[in-house]
């Protein structure tokens, strides 16, 4: 081989590990690019799954509508929301990340509501749950704060 310095040796290594480093923080940085469509694809089809659609007119009960109502309330001066739902058939679907649609007076809660602990959820939503303790969604319907 050859017949160099330890210096230049020692040269040789670092060039080799920092080209090593800018090749892996590339492939990462392009891996990260090309992941963003398919995550902004992906949010915007939970919210779109998550926002109910209107008709333009009444609309006759079917085995698989819902009607959804908007409450806004507050709460220790925070603003609290929710929605009602009633089917109109069995066939009616259930939010997401809901496997079953609330009976009457039962109430389901985003994991982002109260505590982890169903029997310690918000005094606000518990007290309106007539069916004893709120059950939870297995995981938020909105990837953020609706907009």
Excluded: N, Y
């Excluded at 590339?26 to 919210?47: D, K, M």
């Excluded at 001066?77 to 009457?104: E, F, I, N, Q, S």
């Excluded at 985003?110 to 918000?122: D, H, L, M, N, V």
Aim: charged share 15%.
């Amino acid at each position: 081989m050859g017949s160099g310095s330890p210096s230049a040796a020692g040269a040789r290594w670092i060039r080799t590990l920092l080209t090593a480093l800018g090749v892996g923080l590339g492939v990462t940085l392009l891996l990260a690019a090309s992941t963003i469509p398919a995550i902004q694809a992906h949010r915007t089809e939970r919210r779109l799954a998550a926002t109910p659609t209107e008709a333009d007119g009444p609309l006759a009960p079917s085995a698989s509508t819902l009607v959804v109502a908007d409450l806004r309330t507050q709460f220790r001066d925070r603003p609290l929301t929710g929605r009602m739902l009633r089917p109109d058939g069995p066939a009616a679907p259930a939010p997401p990340g809901v496997a079953a649609l609330p009976k009457p007076g039962e109430m389901v809660l985003s994991p982002r509501c109260g505590s982890s602990s169903p029997s310690r959820a918000t005094p606000c939503c518990a007290s309106g749950c007539r069916s004893g303790t709120p059950a939870r969604s297995g995981r938020p319907a909105w990837p953020g704060p609706p907009s």
